[in-house]
């Protein structure tokens, strides 16, 4: 058994995390356009100036940095003369660093690493809003210096298998203006109104450097949220969300399996994957069934007693909220 690592002990993890923060990069304090359509809180810290509270950072960001610098050096062997490598723009006065942009056939190429289940979700549903959001202001930066987009590539990596998938598209200007849309939106909102847009026990917010400020307040052993309750303590109104909000769940299960009834009459497999139906909408149909083996535990259970045994069992916390009918409440 392997000995558990001491304090002074760093594991690789570790490592990774400081070699990317001590990048010129991730000391950045302004507001870059990767940020642009994510949380409006953070780009709120940014264009406010609030000194981070936590490193930030994450493994699955260093494997994309590392993944980045690797095609930048070979690009800065092999680019030709009017191509750019890891050129900084600025659009809009948000601070940018495109991937490359290759002068013939005047592409610009963003490389972007993922999971290989959001890639799948990718291929069908296309890039991010803040991915197209950068694109698109990296394009314009350009455009406005006189240099030419015909196209914006966007080229997906998936860390966990490899595959690579591209993304091809046009520059668009609704895309920019929908961007500084969101943009002066951030700057006229008070910074302590602005939402937060994550979960705060989610990664992105696990890994944002100002994670302790914007949470900060929740009250104690309670939920990060909590602080929303701080911040607005209307015990009605909080309730009167969570009411409307599973009513709202309810309607969309119920409009969920009205609609795959109905489309089951088109199904043409009865085990697998069936091919791409194309029923005029604009993405396809694709039925997958699979028949996954689930321990019984009936039997199980029913097992151990008949040997005089309990089966071995462990233990966790659930916190439930339901709705109750008031003492004095009519009927």
């Known amino acids: 058994m392997a000995a558990p690592l001491t304090e002074q ?15 010129p990069r991730s000391r950045q304090r302004e507001l870059g ?32 940095t590392a993944i980045h610098e690797a095609v930048q050096q070979r690009l800065n062997e092999t680019a030709a003369p009017d191509d750019l490598v890891e050129y900084e723009v600025v659009f809009a006065g948000i601070i940018g ?16 690493t993922t ?9 069908i549903w296309g890039p991010d809003r803040s991915h197209l959001w950068q694109v698109n202001g990296y394009a314009a930066a350009l455009i406005a210096k006189g240099i030419r987009v015909r196209r914006i590539v966007i080229d997906y990596i998936a860390r966990d298998t490899g595959e690579v998938y591209r993304w091809v598209g046009k520059p668009t200007v609704e895309a920019v203006r929908d961007a500084l849309d ?8 008070d910074l302590d109104m602005l939402h937060r847009d994550y979960e705060p026990d989610g990664p992105f917010c696990g890994h944002c450097p100002f994670l302790d400020i914007c949470w900060n307040g929740y009250v104690p052993d309670r939920d990060r949220r909590s602080v929303l309750f701080v911040e607005d303590p209307d015990g009605e109104k909080w309730a009167r969300q969570l009411a409307d909000a599973r009513a709202a769940i309810k309607a969309a299960k ?21 091919d791409i139906l194309d029923v005029g909408y604009e993405r396809g149909l694709q039925w997958t069934i699979t028949n996954p083996e689930r321990l019984d535990g009936d039997q199980v259970r029913a097992d151990y007693r008949k040997a005089g045994a309990k089966p071995p069992v462990t233990t966790s916390t659930s916190i439930k909220l339901g709705f109750a009918k008031l003492p004095d409440a009519e009927p």
């Not at 002990?9 to 990048?23: P, Q």
């Not at 359509?37 to 994450?58: D, T």
């Open 115 to 123: 999971s290989s289940r959001w890639l799948e979700h990718i291929k």
């Open 182 to 189: 969101w943009l002066r939106e951030v700057r006229d909102a």
């Open 97 to 112: 660093h495109l991937d490359r942009y290759e002068a013939e056939p005047e592409d610009l190429i963003d490389v972007k």
């Open 33 to 64: 356009w990767s940020e642009v359509g994510g949380c409006r809180r953070r780009a709120g810290y940014r264009l406010a100036g609030v000194e981070p509270s936590n490193p930030g950072g994450s493994v699955q960001a260093v494997l994309g």
């Open 9 to 23: 002990e760093r594991t690789t993890a570790d490592l990774l995390l400081e070699w990317d923060r001590t990048r």
């Open 254 to 274: 119920a409009l969920e399996e009205e609609a795959k009834g109905a489309l089951d009459a088109l199904r043409p497999n009865v085990s697998g994957k069936s």
